[in-house]
C-alpha cells in the first residue's frame, strides 16, 4: 500500500508573453519560493527536486536541470528531470508524488517551466527530418487535421469552438497569472480573428507564454502550511505510439485508458457527478469536447453538447479550466503542471475569483507529443 | 540585448534502418513500398521495421500504387521559421489503397476550398533525373476528379 501524498504548497510566476525581468533560473526560483512559502517552508526542509520542460531544442538549453540545481536550492540533494512533452508538467508532478507514495522521501519540490520568448517552439516544432517531405504544418497543423475529424464524426456545429475559447478567456479574467487577459472577448472576436490552421482560428489557438510553476508534496507526517493539504487520491500515466495502424487520433487509446485507472484509483464511476470541477489540457478550443469523450465526462460524440449546454462554464455543474486553462497561459513545459496546481488550488479553497464554490475533488490532467502522453491526478480536501 | 543569434550548424551521417532505407530506394525510383505485419496484416508505409501493435518484424515488402484519398486535412494560413511553401497550402493525411494507415501529404491543383474528406487524389512526382531516395521525390498529391470515397470506408483511419 502506497503512503498518502499531499500537495501542501503551490506557486506560480505571472505567465507571460516575454518575462524579460527574469533569466530562466530567476523564472524557477520565483515560483520555487513561492511555493515554499505556501508551504511554510525553505530550501533546507526539501529532500528532493523533480523538474520538468518540454523538449530541450525549445530554449536551445541542453540539460537545464544541471544548471538549474542551485537556483532550486537542489545543490547535493538528488534532482531528477522528467521528459514527456508537452504533457511534462503532469508527469513530473506524478514523479515526485511517486518519491512520497514510495516513502523514499518526505518533502519534495517538483518545477516545471517554459521560456517561450528565449526561443521559437514553432521552429523547433518544425524541424525538417531527413529524406521527408519539405511539408511543414507547424504546431496546430498537426492537431487541425484531428479537429476536423472529430467534427465531422461527432457532427459538432462550429460555434462549439467559438464557445471553448470565449469561456476560458472569461474565467482568465478572475485569474491575476493567466496571461490573457481580453476584457472584451465574445463569440464575434473569435470568430473575425485570423484563420491560422483551418479549421482553427487564432483565437481558439493557445497563446506562447513565458513561466513556472511549482508544489511541494509531503507524506503525511509532514504536513505543514496554512492552508489545507491536497490530497492525491489517484495518479496515472499512460502513453502510446504516435504511430500504428488503427490508432484513434480524436479519442486516443492511452488518454482513455489513463483516465480509467486514475478513476479507478479515486473510487470515480461518474467523472461528472463525482467531481467537482477540472483542469484539462486543452491547447485547441475544440480539445474541450474531444477531451469531456476521451475523459468519460459523456458519451463518444457528445461532448460537444455537454459544452454548449453550459455544462463546464465556471458557474455550471462539472467547470472545466476554471483558471483560464492553457488556451490563455500556455507556458508550454509548465501548462500540464499548472493544471495538476489549479486542481490543488480548488480543493484547497485558494483560487480567489475563480474558486468553484465547495470544490472538494478535482482532476488535473496533461498530454503531449502526437496525442501519445497523458499525465492525470486526482486530488481531494478529505484524506484518501 | 534580449536575444543573441548565434548561426551555427551540425553534420551528421544519418541511418534509416532496413525498412526505411526499402522505402527511401523505392521513392528514388517513382514507387512507393510498404511493409506488411505478418500477425495483424496491415500494411505501414513508411515502415519503420516493425508493427507497432505486435511488436513484430515487418519483413513482408508491398508495393503501393501512387493512388489514395485525404482522411483529413487542415489549411496552413500561419507563416513560420523554416517553411518552405507559399501558404495558404494544405497539409493533409493521405492514405495510399492498399496502405492501413495515412502519412501527411500536400495538396495542390485545387482551390484550398475544395478540398474534402474522402477526395481522391494520386502523387505527382519530380522529373526522373530529380528523383532521390526522398519523400521529397513526390512533389505533391493532386485530384484525381474520381469520386470520393464514403465517410464509412476511412473512418477507422481518424
Ligand atoms: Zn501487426
Known amino acids: ?384 | 540585448m534580449t536575444m543573441l543569434d548565434t548561426p551555427i550548424h551540425l553534420e551528421y551521417t544519418f541511418t534509416p534502418g532496413i525498412a526505411q532505407s526499402r522505402f527511401l530506394r523505392g521513392l528514388a525510383e517513382g514507387r512507393f513500398v510498404g511493409q506488411r505485419c505478418p500477425v495483424c496484416g496491415k500494411v505501414y508505409i513508411p515502415s519503420r521495421g516493425s508493427c507497432p501493435v505486435d511488436g513484430v518484424p515487418t519483413g513482408e515488402d508491398v508495393a503501393l500504387p501512387d493512388t489514395g484519398i485525404v482522411t483529413t486535412y487542415c489549411v496552413v494560413n500561419v507563416p513560420f521559421a523554416g517553411q518552405a511553401i507559399e501558404i495558404p497550402y494544405i497539409a493533409a493525411q493521405v492514405l495510399l489503397d492498399g496502405a492501413n494507415i495515412s502519412f501527411m501529404g500536400l495538396i495542390q491543383e485545387i482551390p484550398a476550398t475544395d478540398v474534402r474528406m474522402g477526395m481522391r487524389v494520386q502523387a505527382v512526382w519530380v522529373e526522373p533525373d530529380e528523383l532521390g531516395p526522398t519523400l521529397a521525390s513526390v512533389k505533391y498529391f493532386k485530384p484525381t476528379g474520381g469520386p470520393d470515397a464514403p465517410y464509412e470506408s476511412f473512418e477507422e483511419y481518424l
Open chain 1, 1 to 384: 500500500m502506497a503512503d498518502r501524498c499531499a500537495v501542501i504548497g503551490v506557486g506560480q510566476t505571472h505567465l507571460r508573453a516575454k518575462r524579460e525581468d527574469v533569466s530562466i533560473p530567476g523564472l524557477v526560483r520565483e515560483a520555487a519560493l513561492r511555493a515554499l512559502a505556501d508551504a511554510e517552508l525553505t530550501f533546507a526542509d526539501i529532500d528532493a527536486v523533480v523538474i520538468g520542460k518540454a523538449p530541450d531544442m525549445f530554449e536551445g538549453v541542453m540539460m537545464p536541470e544541471l544548471s538549474l540545481a542551485a537556483a532550486l536550492g537542489a545543490v547535493s540533494k538528488p534532482m531528477m528531470r522528467v521528459h514527456t512533452a508537452g504533457s511534462v508538467g503532469g508527469s513530473t508532478a506524478l514523479v515526485a508524488a511517486h518519491l512520497i507514495a514510495s516513502g523514499i522521501h518526505r518533502r519534495v519540490l517538483t518545477v516545471a517551466y517554459e521560456k517561450q520568448s528565449d526561443s521559437d517552439a514553432m521552429w523547433a516544432l518544425s524541424v525538417p527530418q531527413p529524406f521527408a517531405a519539405p511539408l511543414l504544418a507547424g504546431a496546430g497543423g498537426y492537431f487541425a487535421p484531428h479537429i476536423r475529424a472529430y467534427m465531422r464524426r461527432s457532427g459538432a456545429p462550429d460555434h462549439i469552438g467559438r464557445m471553448v475559447a470565449v469561456k476560458d478567456r472569461r474565467n482568465a479574467l478572475k485569474n491575476p497569472y493567466a496571461h490573457l487577459h481580453l476584457e472584451d472577448i465574445d463569440m464575434k472576436m473569435v470568430e473575425e480573428s485570423i484563420m491560422l490552421w483551418d479549421p482553427l482560428r487564432y483565437l481558439e489557438a493557445c497563446p506562447s507564454s513565458d513561466g513556472a510553476a511549482a508544489m511541494v508534496l509531503a507524506a503525511e507526517d509532514a504536513v505543514s502550511g496554512a492552508y489545507p493539504p491536497a490530497w492525491v487520491h489517484g495518479m496515472a500515466m499512460r502513453s502510446e505510439p504516435t504511430m500504428f495502424a488503427g490508432r484513434d487520433q480524436v479519442n486516443p487509446q492511452a488518454g482513455r485508458d489513463c483516465a480509467a485507472d486514475v478513476y479507478r484509483q479515486a473510487g470515480i464511476t461518474d467523472p461528472r457527478a463525482d467531481l467537482d470541477m477540472a483542469e484539462v489540457y486543452v491547447p485547441f478550443s475544440w480539445y474541450e469536447p474531444m477531451w469531456l469523450e476521451n475523459l468519460g465526462f459523456c458519451p463518444e460524440g457528445e461532448g460537444w453538447k455537454l459544452t454548449e449546454s453550459g455544462a463546464t462554464a465556471l458557474d455550471g455543474d462539472i467547470p472545466w479550466n476554471a483558471s483560464g486553462g492553457v488556451l490563455s497561459s500556455n507556458p508550454i513545459g509548465a501548462s500540464g503542471m499548472l493544471r495538476f496546481l489549479e486542481a490543488a488550488m480548488q480543493v484547497r479553497g485558494q483560487a480567489g475569483e475563480h474558486q468553484v464554490e465547495g470544490a472538494r475533488r478535482a482532476l488535473g490532467h496533461a498530454y503531449g507529443g502526437g496525442s501519445q502522453f497523458f499525465a492525470m491526478w486526482v486530488v481531494g480536501s478529505d484524506k484518501p
